[in-house]
């Protein structure tokens, strides 16, 4: 006998239609007084409900069993049926028709619960989460962790027809493993694995020039004292290396403590102050998930170069492939040692010397540093007896316009500035590419050489992104320097101290310092003024420099129309859009974003501007806004105080609503405070 037709029945309706009628035949009888006959007939139909309720319930008991008892799985025609007494087996199971409604379960599974209805309960969330609309999809995998009542399981799941003959229909079987036990113990081993960090003292040997050797004794008295607050509790071991290094040994849940305080130690150190003229700061890297201690020291020392390459007064935790990064609002201090500069000469000198081509990019969308580190990077091949070098540029653009028509009309010049089809023609096994003012492949004129080239370069004054170029043969990075170019000055000058460089490459050189620093306004030290004078006794005009930077009337007036259409977020950060159908628009966002900061009370602007393949923003702050670690969260990067970012696919609209509502406000006071998030 087929008894489906039990499931549709609903007795709430049928117990209500009844109900009411015997109230209402006792209200007639009530009411009238007539006849026995009334309340007789309310009185029957009261005990036909009973009697339809509990012969429903029994029908639906015997039907849940039998389907239970009697299961077959048809998997392509073919009949299985499932092996043993499922009421007998020792794993909590239960059954649920295909809509979701109970069937059956053993009582282990009833165990689980205080009673029916938190099963139920649990059942129907359980069954929206996993199963609806997905029954019919047999490649989908339906098992998974489950929680029952702070109970851990692991549930399997086998979706069957829910009988031999009849329409199509289906049964829902889960049996449940608990691992309870077992994913306490994964918690257990987890948070015990060995963490191992590094830290570094920021600009030790500055502070030591600056304040002397007592100064930089308290320093390290103050320092044992921040560390000793900082561990606390939390089972960490810290043991001083040499004068400025610190090896730290922790497990992975104290290492979830100082994630979570974002690196208390980092401000703490910014408050001593012992005599000391020079803030100090710290660089943290740290490995772990490594296969074992050796590996996370590993990984830890390649963190403190990712965070001292970026400036340090930040923490960089390295694990499951990924990086996260922590602090980082210190303004960088120039390096007063030289000795860098002149290992890193003679390392590319080397290099150059033994590629058979050398071929030479700096970032899509050059500007006068990429170009004049470009041109200085040539020279150093001309120095160093390897006169098959060329310069990867594909086109020019606005902000290089002026100089662009100078170089390619300068005969010297003359085969030397290429495309990429043409570079990758000249790929060989003995090749160098040495790439400038930039360290993120996706970034650089052509991706596709750095695949190809055995040998890597990269000479860069930005902060590091995550994706930087990891495969190098000489990576010379100083967040310090005013411009890649002032780096390729140094350099050059240690390789060929007596050699002359053309005007026309010191000129680049000069323009790309002037627009790098607006006019040795940020990021210029001594260093910066040593190189613009050696620039300057090279016959550099200042006057004719600044001729490649003006702009035409065109230009001026939407740069001025720019401005006065920005608004003010929070009274500090200005935000203003470019309009549409300039021609010059990345140019005249960045002049945008310059001006913008004259106003008083602006600390940081952001102008957005279409590009052909998204929406590009510039930003600029006088430094108490970190707009670098700003614009990272969206893609970009750059220094504390001028970033770039482009958001491809993005309308302007969503681009400046990111903008206005995802800064982080890093200062030296108050690090890490998200304003709007």
Known sequence: MNNRWIRFINMAVINFILLFACLALAAYYGITSRSAGVAVIAIVLLVLCVILNVTVFLIRKHYRVRRAKTLSVYADGTETPVPGAVSDMQLPVVFLAEDGSFIW????????????????????????????????????????????????????????????????????????????????????????????????????????????????????????????????????????????????????????????????????????????????????GVGAHGKDAAENYGLAAKALDLALSRGGDQAVVRKDGRDAYYGGSNVDVESINRVKARVMAASLKNEISKSSVVLIMGHRQADMDSVGAALLAYRACMFAGVENAYIVLNES?????????????????????????????????????????????????????????????????????????????????????????????????????????????????????????????FKTGSRTFEVAAFLRSRGVDTVSVRQYFQPDMELYSAVSRITSEAYLRDDRVAIARCPDGLKNQKLASAMAADRLLDIAGVDASFVLSTAADGISISGRSWGEINVQVILEKLGGGGHITSAGAMLAGTGMDTAEQNCATRWIHISTTDRDREWFE
């Open 105 to 284: 379960a053993n009582d282990l599974f009833r165990e689980i619960f205080p009673d029916s209805i938190a099963m139920n309960s649990e059942l129907r969330t359980l069954y929206s989460m996993k199963f609806l609309g997905k029954l019919d999809n047999s490649r989908l995998d339906l098992s998974g962790d489950v929680e029952f009542c702070g109970r851990q399981f692991k549930m399997l799941t086998n979706v069957a027809r829910a009988e031999k003959k009849g329409p199509e229909a289906f049964m829902i079987i889960m049996y449940f493993v608990e691992n309870t036990e077992l994913l306490a113990l994964k918690k257990v081993y987890d948070d015990e694995r060995t963490v191992v960090a590094e830290i570094a003292v920021d600009s030790y040997d500055e502070i030591f020039q600056a304040s002397g050797e007592a100064v930089v004794n308290e320093i390290s008295v103050e320092l044992a004292k921040i560390f000793d607050r900082w561990i606390g509790e939390s089972g960490a071991v810290l043991k001083k290396l040499v004068r400025d290094r610190y090896l730290l040994i922790c497990d992975d849940k104290a290492l979830a403590d100082f994630e979570r305080n974002k690196f208390t130690v980092l401000d703490m150190a910014k408050r001593i102050s012992v005599g000391n003229r020079i803030q100090v700061t710290l660089s943290i």
């Open 397 to 521: 653009n606005p902000s290089i316009d002026a100089f662009y028509r100078k170089l390619t009309a300068n005969k010297e010049y003359s085969g030397v500035i290429i495309d990429t089809s043409y570079a990758l023609n000249l790929i060989d096994d003995n090749m160098l590419t040495i790439v400038v003012d930039t360290g993120r492949p996706g970034l650089t004129e052509c991706p596709k050489l750095l695949e190809y080239s055995g040998r890597v370069a990269v000479i860069d004054h930005h902060r590091r992104a995550s994706d930087y170029i990891k495969t190098t043969v000489l990576d010379y990075t100083e967040t310090y320097a005013s411009s890649t170019g002032e780096l390729l000055v140094e350099m050059l000058r240690h390789m060929a101290p007596d050699a002359d460089i053309p005007l026309i490459e010191a000129e680049a050189v000069y323009a790309g310092i002037l627009v790098d620093t607006k006019n040795f306004t």
